[in-house]
């Protein structure tokens, strides 16, 4: 019970000095946490990266030159000047390929989690707060479709919708909208059995105003907190996808083909799959921490 | 002449969490052998901790600054987490505040009240049944059988506490704290409940604390009441005498503020500034002292 | 009786009953919670509903405030059934029949600062013509209810609980109802809470004329401040009437167990052996 402050507190509350809290609990209390800043701070360069790719890059990255290829990076012997990372089998710049490799795997990130997120989340506020034959539609829904194997749904999919950046983001939406609905959902319910939520009925709020002006607001945290994480889900299986070439097609770098074309050549030239490897790494951490400092911070707010 | 059983002394604790907020101010209360000793107060006042101090469960974030507890001779507070637990079930039980979270919902009856019985006693399961089924009956429990076949969920709240209770006295402990016994259950439950708590004490001459927020029923079963607030002792006396004529301010403040059905005029006093600010005063002063204290001990 | 403000009539309520489940073989067996219960509340009455777990008094008040549709009986609001009507037609009701609640902490909304939580009825049901003004009604409730008028700025967590249930006890009354249920308000405060949050309430019911349902397991409670008590037990009631008859000659077994379980902070060395004339059977 959170009544120990009145113990201190005394009878009187005209004397008493509220204590002071403004701006809004969210924002100072996202301020304070390491996690969101260290990682916000760190998925924000890379998206000014990704969109400032053309001016960023030092190089084209489709621009080969056998002459300088398998140049290392530079530090180390034979290293070029201005080839940083140096340079792969086909004499492209690493560096400039890993920028722009950010590009697909920010686009897919950002696209198919919000496609996701939207979806998931639109059914997972119907069957959580309307309850009842719609309610087990949804779920039962959900359960089958969850029943599917996703990998082979996966290649399913982009096998028909053949190779490109649509198919890696359906692929990716029509397995996760399931997670969103069911959290969501989960979340509704708790929360449509709020007092405050009876309150606003009471006092006349028709059922869609409760559900957007009081219900929403209190899921909405845990949504974004599940986006983040769902955006390091998707950099991961783009990734995968690109590995096994049913990503883009072939000529626009990405991470995962980096990674396979580096495989290999490990011994002879490890800076072409280090690099991607550490760039996938880096930034589905980054997305990982920052969902995980959100849920953390933004959860207590919610229930003190 | 009576004999003490347990015997607080000074006991003082802080809340590492908030900055070394303090809990308990010098808390000091004695327990006579065979007496229901109540500790009463608001919630925050420090009563559970006092509880916890005595069995050694005081939460990681608050340190026992000073006191002691003396037990058959022994300073609680100073003994090994190994003497503590022979100490423990054996001759010190609890009963705890939430019949519905204080039982495994996974065991059965049978298993957790035989448990204390075989690691303390070492009786064999077969005397251990034994035992269970004679305590379980003496809880006014019918059909024993039944119930300790059965899982917690089966049993109403009340029947729960009456096993809760059954496993407190089962080990025939010298000491029982009972830790808010009836505040999760409805009035004529509760009247039942402390009606048995008083026969099964009054029966095997154990000592009792029983912590409670409500003035009412610490009146009605205490022989001895200490009225706490925000951790420091405000009145001590036998309960005859801090009901019909309290001394401090705060006690009178409680008395007025509680709703009287035979008298409806009377309570629902809110408590005034005075009296808080009496309160803080000898709040104040402690702290001060106590600082004083730690300055010359330093 | 021109006097009567609400007026509900063989109130049966289930749970389980609705709610086929398509896919599923079997109905659910509904449970009863309400067999058929009557209740009369004239207007600038306290009633109080009083019970254990169980009795059905929650969902009693739910009831009559139309948050839970009867199986069977009806509830008269000012001559209106109100548990025939949609949503449309039950919005103007809904500034008459307000509620307070029991957990102050899980009836403000967290994100809402007070101010908002305020003035957003006041403007759903046009009692002020634009923001400004509203915020003045709000201010003026707020000071009524001995709370500062920069609370209009805080979020719930900031404030101490029974700083809380004073907002709630605001919310109620801000659109002036004319009834107002009251569940279990102070179950959660401490005892010095208790106290001032009753006489606020006792004195708002006054000074507005309101028709209020308390609801509370404490019978001193009620004792205090209703002029008529409702016992129910099970989903029935066993007994009402005025609170000085019910209390000094109670005519039911189980009312008489009731008031004899309440413990008063008297010394009585026979209260704790005193058994009621009749034992509540399988109580246990």
Redo the contacts between chains.
């Keep these: 019970m959170a009544e120990a402050s009145a113990a201190q507190a005394p009878a009187s509350d005209r004397s008493d000095a509220i204590a002071g809290g403004r701006p809004p609990p969210l924002v100072a209390a996202l301020a304070r946490d390491p996690k969101v800043v260290i990682a916000g701070g760190f998925i924000l360069l890379l998206i000014v990266t990704a969109l400032a790719a053309p001016l960023l890059a030092p190089r084209d990255p489709l621009e080969q030159n056998l002459l300088l290829a398998t140049v290392p990076p530079a530090g180390f012997a034979d290293a070029e000047p201005g080839h940083v990372l140096g340079t792969d089998g086909l004499g492209r710049d690493v560096l400039s390929r890993l920028i722009f490799g950010a590009r697909v795997s920010l686009t897919v990130a950002f696209v198919a989690a919000g496609l996701a997120a939207l979806i998931g989340t639109t059914l997972g506020l119907l069957a959580g707060y309307r309850g009842g034959v719609i309610d087990t539609l949804i779920s039962r829904l959900v359960d089958i479709w969850m029943a599917f194997p996703p990998v082979l749904l996966s290649i399913l999919l982009v096998a028909v919708l053949g190779p490109g950046i649509h198919s890696v983001i359906a692929a990716i939406v029509v397995i996760d909208w399931t997670r969103f609905c069911r959290v969501v959902r989960a979340e509704t319910m708790a929360q449509a059995r709020m007092d405050y939520v009876v309150a606003a009925r009471t006092l006349g709020f028709s059922r869609d105003a409760v559900l957007f002006r009081e219900i929403l607001p209190n899921v909405a945290p845990v949504l974004i907190a599940l986006v983040t994480l769902e955006m390091g889900i998707a950099v991961v299986v783009e990734a995968i996808l690109s590995f096994v070439g049913l990503s883009v097609s072939s000529d626009i770098p990405t991470w995962g083909g980096m990674i396979a074309e580096g495989r290999q050549t490990v011994h002879q030239a490890w800076w072409m799959l280090a690099a991607p490897l550490a760039a996938l790494f880096a930034t589905v951490v980054a997305f990982n921490q920052l969902g995980d400092g959100l849920a953390r911070t933004l959860d207590p707010v919610m229930r003190r | 002449m009576n004999m003490v059983r347990l015997s607080i002394d000074g006991l003082t604790a802080i809340s590492a969490r908030d900055g070394g907020r303090p809990v308990l101010r010098g808390v000091s209360l004695n327990i006579d052998v065979g007496e229901v000793h109540g500790v009463v107060g608001?919630?925050?006042?420090g009563k559970s901790t006092i509880a916890k101090a005595i069995l050694g469960i005081v939460p990681s974030q608050v340190k026992v600054t000073a006191g002691r507890i003396d037990f058959e001779g022994l300073d609680l507070l100073s003994l090994s987490s190994t003497s503590l637990r022979a100490v423990l079930g054996r001759d010190i039980a609890l009963i705890p505040q939430d019949p519905s979270t204080a039982l495994n919902p996974s065991r059965r009856i049978e298993g957790q009240l035989t448990d204390g019985l075989r690691l303390k006693r070492s009786l064999s399961r077969r005397d251990a049944v034994a035992r269970a089924h004679a305590v379980l009956e003496e809880v006014?429990?019918?059909d024993p059988d039944r119930v300790m076949r059965s899982y917690p969920h089966q049993l109403?709240?009340?029947?729960r506490q009456?096993v809760l209770i059954a496993a407190a006295f089962a080990l025939e402990p010298k000491l029982v704290i009972a830790d808010e016994p009836t505040t999760a259950l409805?009035?004529?439950?509760?009247?039942?409940i402390?009606?048995l708590i008083?026969a099964l004490q009054e029966r095997h001459g154990t000592s009792v604390l029983f912590v409670s927020?409500?003035?009412?029923?610490v009146?009605?079963?205490c022989d001895r009441i200490t009225v706490l607030?925000?951790g420091k002792v405000v009145e001590q006396g036998m309960?005859?005498e801090v009901?019909?004529s309290p001394r401090h301010p705060y006690t009178r403040?409680?008395?007025a503020?509680?709703?009287?059905?035979?008298r409806?005029?009377a309570?629902?006093?809110?408590?005034?500034?005075n009296v808080?600010?009496t309160l803080?005063a000898e709040i104040a002063a402690w702290d001060a002292a106590a600082s004083d204290r730690g300055a010359r001990h330093g | 009786m021109a006097d009567d403000l609400l007026v509900a009539r063989g109130l049966l309520v289930a749970y389980g009953a609705r709610g086929l489940n398509l896919l599923s073989p079997r109905r659910r067996q509904p449970a009863a919670v309400l067999h058929g219960v009557d209740l009369r509340i004239c207007r600038g009455e306290t009633v109080g509903i009083v019970g254990e777990s169980g009795s059905g008094k929650t969902t009693l008040g739910r009831a009559l405030i139309g948050l839970v549709a009867p199986l069977a009986g009806s509830v008269v609001f000012d001559g209106t059934d109100i548990t025939r009507l949609d949503e449309a037609a039950m919005r103007p009701l809904r500034r008459r029949m307000q509620m307070i609640f029991q957990d102050p902490m899980s009836s403000l909304n967290p994100r809402h600062t007070i101010g908002r939580i305020l003035v957003e009825p006041v403007r759903l049901h046009g009692l002020a013509p634009d923001q400004a003004t509203a915020l003045a009604l709000v201010r003026e409730v707020l000071d009524r209810v001995g709370l500062p008028s920069a609370t209009v700025d805080r979020y719930s967590h900031e404030l101490s609980g029974g700083q809380r249930q004073r907002v709630g006890i605001a919310r109620a009354v801000v659109l002036r109802p004319d009834f107002v249920l009251a569940d279990e308000i102070v179950s959660r405060l401490y005892l010095s809470t208790q106290a001032q949050a009753l006489r606020l309430l006792a004195e708002l019911q006054r000074e507005m004329h309101l028709a209020l349902a308390f609801i509370s397991h404490d019978l001193s409670i009620v004792r205090s401040i209703c002029d008529r008590v409702v016992v129910m037990q099970n989903g029935h009631v066993v007994e009402e009437g005025e609170c000085e008859r019910v209390f000094a000659a109670p005519q039911a077994a189980y009312t008489r167990t009731l008031i004899d379980a309440i413990p008063l902070p008297v010394l009585d060395p026979n209260w704790l052996t005193r058994e009621a004339s009749v034992e509540v059977p399988g109580r246990n």
């Design positions: 608001e919630s925050g006042a006014q429990l019918r109403s709240g009340g029947m009456r409805d009035v004529t439950v509760q009247k039942q402390l009606r008083r927020h409500d003035l009412a029923v009146a009605n079963i607030y925000m309960a005859a009901i019909a403040a409680l008395l503020a509680s709703p009287r059905y035979d409806p005029d309570g629902l006093e809110p408590i005034s500034a808080i600010a803080r």
